[in-house]
């Protein structure tokens, strides 16, 4: 699992230099395909189609197979498990952590991350798509901000976009056991 503080392709970061090293972790021959597949899952942004536009342009720039997992509008007729279970790389983009977690719950998606997890898919985000994977996160998608609860696939919590605003370090250092944030542009591997 890979959290990243922010940057990337998501705010035209052109040098690719994050999701480079993000292929560079698919373990070559595990799905038997010639290229990875690559995953994206922008649900925190409302599947907003300027991201995933961004998506699509960045990594079909790379060595790989890049596709896009929408829950908004959702599709009845697409098999959302398996769709993340063939995936040699989930990445999950930014925005409301707290919306997106309610959502995959709802739609058991939390279940089939897991899976592919357990499966040997490299899981990776930004911001709330790096918030995620924890047993808590701080985020700002709450009035106020705050802490809430992640899918728990790492244990701790989580703070992305650290050095950018300025309330974040203290709610993050007045968490107990462990506790991990990231600058903007740093990427932290599990």
């Given amino acids: 699992i890979v959290a990243i503080g922010g940057g990337g392709f998501s705010v035209e970061d052109y040098g690719l230099w994050q999701e480079r090293y993000l292929l560079s972790l698919v373990r070559p021959g595990l799905s038997g395909r010639a290229r990875p597949k690559v995953l994206f899952v922008a649900t925190a942004s409302g599947d907003r189609e300027l991201y995933q536009l961004r998506f699509l342009r960045a990594f079909s720039k790379l060595d ?13 007729k697409r ?23 309610a959502v995959w719950r709802e739609f058991g998606f939390d279940a089939a991350l897991r899976q592919a997890y357990d499966g040997g898919t490299v899981l990776a985000g930004i ?8 047993e808590r996160y701080v985020t ?3 009035p106020g901000g705050g802490v809430r609860e992640g899918l728990g696939l790492l244990p701790g919590t989580f703070c992305p976009h650290l050095d950018s605003e300025p309330w974040r370090p203290a709610v993050l250092g007045a968490e107990a056991g462990p506790a991990w944030g990231a600058h903007e542009g740093v990427l932290v591997q599990f």
């Fill in 64 to 76: 790989c197979e890049p596709d896009c997992l929408a829950f908004f509008p959702f599709d009845m």
């Fill in 79 to 101: 098999d959302y498990a398996a769709a993340v279970r063939e995936a040699d790389l989930v990445f999950v983009g930014g925005g409301n952590t707290v919306a997106m977690v």
């Fill in 127 to 134: 911001s709330a798509g790096a918030n995620c994977w924890f």
């Fill in 140 to 142: 700002d998608s709450v």
